[in-house]
């Protein structure tokens, strides 16, 4: 009898073990989550190897989600994305430089309040196998982002949105999160500083000028045979129209009001000025490249910034993380050092951001389980492991203190929390252009710098929506 009941408890205790890994039977959402797919993602510049790691990770707790890379180059990026998304064949995750996310949004899906994802998981009785059960996470929400990301992020991905009731007020939806954010700095060559008596790179902009006076060598004929800083034209000088807007920014421009560009208008709570900031910035910077101005140290004929760097040919050099491999790979005995951008007002820094951000399409057949992707991807663990493969600045607050103490990022890491940019309009590259056509302008014979901008802002507004 009792071996009769040990038996009848054994094959009960299999059937009910049995059952375990198999619950999207019974389960329809269960079930078609469950189903193997792959999550298609495209972007620029980093390689695959940048992401094994963090795509082997995430394929261990969601056993049914495969993920597909591709690397474009920047120049096709776009006509890419564009053509796919026409033919239905685009990816359901995407990079945008933070710069153009807005005119993007009719494509995107804003992130979820709550998301609803399987999980694979070791099953907990005896039988030990993996299942896959149903989990409700927090989405990512502006208030969220406010308090992991540094703060130009949630400047640039936070989108007020449209609610299905079309009176109902606007609400404010994430669109995207970065996996890091580069910041501008200067590059200087120590020996140059050091030939001319200078022990630290200048900390405003004045003195920077003054820096750039010393260095600078002309020969008989007034060519430029050593720069002190290569800024001030258009075409030459790698990022320039970032410098340009940084200078506004810093001298108090308003660089949009209400959804347009401003960066012609004198803000109310500047003192009065011969000019408005934005055409006081373009005249500094361009004055840099006028031999009749103080300062002049560089001009069109002058080679690419960077090469000049890396040459010896230019003392303060303009750039990015993304500039110091080049550097070390190209020029491996250039005596150089990092420092922080000058600011017009060192008691209020004003930094600028330049990245891209991780996007949900709204063509994509899972936009759960992207946007479950894009918060793994750029999540603090992940995050680390992508930052120390690419040597680039963090995009979260919990780790920027970390980089503090890293030689190559600290400076760059430490003006993360006063870095900025501003949204460029539906074509980011024609905003660009505008910004160059005014410093070819100011370049110009008896130019009106005030005039310029005006038609600089009107250019730029033709692309805002």
């Keep these: 009898m009792l071996f009769r009941r040990l038996s009848a408890i054994l094959i009960a205790s299999s059937l009910l073990f049995a059952g375990f890994g198999c619950s999207n039977t019974s389960n329809p959402e269960l079930a078609a989550k469950s189903k193997p797919f792959?999550?298609?993602?495209?972007?620029?510049?980093?390689?695959?190897?940048?992401?094994?790691e963090i795509f082997a990770a995430y394929r261990a707790q969601h056993k049914n989600i495969?993920?597909?890379?591709?690397?474009f180059r920047p120049e096709e990026y776009e006509k890419a994305l564009l053509n796919a998304f026409a033919e239905g064949t685009g990816p359901d995750v995407f990079s945008l430089h933070n710069t153009s996310l807005g005119g993007w949004d009719q494509r995107l899906t804003p992130a979820p309040a709550v998301l609803t994802v399987p999980y694979s998981e070791m099953s907990t009785g005896l039988k030990k196998e993996v299942i896959t059960v149903l989990k409700k996470i927090p989405g990512m929400t502006p208030q969220r982002l406010a308090a992991e990301f540094v703060p130009a992020v949630a400047e640039d991905v936070v989108i007020p949105t449209e609610q299905a009731d079309p009176q109902a007020p606007l609400v404010p939806r994430v669109y995207g999160l970065p996996l890091a954010v580069d910041t501008m700095v200067v590059y200087y060559n120590r020996d140059l500083l050091n030939a001319a008596g200078i022990a630290q790179p200048a900390a405003d902009w004045i003195e920077f000028r003054e820096q750039v006076k010393k260095i600078t060598k002309l020969d008989e004929t007034g060519a430029i045979i050593q720069s002190g800083a290569a800024l001030g034209t258009s075409k030459n000088v790698e990022r320039s129209t970032d410098l340009l807007g940084l200078l506004m920014m810093q001298n108090g421009?308003?660089?949009?009001?209400?959804?347009?560009?401003?960066?012609e208008r004198r803000p109310p709570e500047l003192p009065q000025r011969t000019l408005p900031p934005g055409a006081e910035a373009l005249v500094f910077y361009t004055d840099f490249a006028n031999p009749e101005k103080e300062g002049y140290s560089w001009n069109d004929k002058m080679p690419n910034s960077l090469e000049a760097f890396l040459n010896g040919s230019t003392a303060y050099f303009f750039g990015y993380a993304y500039h110091l491999p080049t550097i070390r790979t190209r020029a491996p005995r250039l005596n150089f050092g990092i420092a922080p951008m000058?600011?017009?007002?060192?008691?209020?820094?004003?930094?600028?951001?330049?990245?891209?951000?991780?996007?949900?399409?709204?063509?994509?057949?899972?936009?759960?389980?992207?946007?479950?992707?894009?918060?793994?991807?750029?999540?603090?663990?992940?995050?680390?492991?992508y930052l120390k493969r690419t040597k680039k600045p963090t995009a979260l607050l919990s780790l920027v203190s970390e980089q503090a103490n890293d030689l190559d990022l600290a400076t760059f890491a430490a003006a993360l929390p006063t870095a900025k940019n501003w949204?460029?309009?539906?074509?980011?590259?024609?905003?660009?252009?505008?910004?160059?056509?005014?410093?070819?302008?100011?370049?110009?014979?008896?130019?009106?710098?005030?005039?310029?901008?005006?038609?600089?802002?009107?250019?730029?507004?033709?692309?805002?929506?």
């Design 38 to 52: 792959t999550l298609k993602y495209w972007r620029v510049f980093d390689e695959d190897d940048a992401f094994n």
């Design 66 to 71: 495969s993920v597909e890379y591709r690397k």
């Design 253 to 263: 421009a308003h660089m949009t009001e209400n959804g347009v560009a401003a960066f």
């Design 342 to 385: 000058p600011q017009v007002d060192i008691n209020n820094a004003k930094n600028f951001a330049n990245y891209w951000v991780e996007t949900v399409s709204k063509q994509t057949a899972h936009p759960e389980e992207a946007w479950d992707f894009v918060q793994f991807v750029t999540g603090a663990n992940q995050a680390k492991n």
């Design 423 to 465: 949204y460029h309009g539906g074509d980011a590259s024609a905003t660009e252009k505008a910004f160059a056509e005014m410093i070819d302008a100011m370049l110009a014979a008896e130019a009106d710098p005030k005039r310029i901008v005006e038609i600089g802002v009107t250019k730029v507004n033709q692309t805002m929506r």
